[in-house]
């Protein structure tokens, strides 16, 4: 099964995103922040990142870099 991760500060819209991945057969993993959201993604190795881009702490920019 293939990993997404979601990260977004907007709880609806992470939420929302992870319940569509999550019903078309994907793993889904969420960080509400870029900080957490790098975290997750060194430890789980996702397929996909889909990332916010303004994010307070870490935006899209910095979890990219």
Do not use: F
């Amino acid at each position: 099964m293939k990993k997404i991760l979601v990260i977004d500060d907007n709880t609806e819209i992470r939420e929302n995103i992870a319940e569509i991945l999550s019903l078309s057969n994907y793993l889904v993993s969420t960080a509400s922040n870029g900080k957490e959201g790098v975290a997750i993604a060194l430890k789980e190795i996702p397929d996909l990142i889909v990332c916010d881009i303004m994010m307070p702490e870490l935006d899209g920019y910095g979890v990219l870099h």
